[in-house]
């Protein structure tokens, strides 16, 4: 996983699709975003998740994808 500081100061979080069907396989996770997830160790909430779809690039300005 990758970290990346926002514009706002923040810190982002940066997985993928398959890493989060990996950490819960009947997709709960891709449909909430309310609770804490802890991905490779690191705690990923709600203001710290971008979610990268299967071969999609990474946005020039990260901090506008935040959910």
Do not use: H, K
């Amino acid at each position: 996983m990758e970290c990346l500081d926002t514009c706002e100061g923040g810190r982002m979080y940066v997985v993928s699709y398959r890493s989060l069907a990996a950490l819960d396989p009947d997709g709960e996770v891709l449909r909430s975003f309310d609770v804490g997830y802890y991905l490779s160790g690191i705690r990923c909430s709600r203001e710290a998740i971008y979610v990268v779809g299967w071969g999609d690039p990474l946005p020039e300005r990260l901090c506008t994808t935040v959910l």
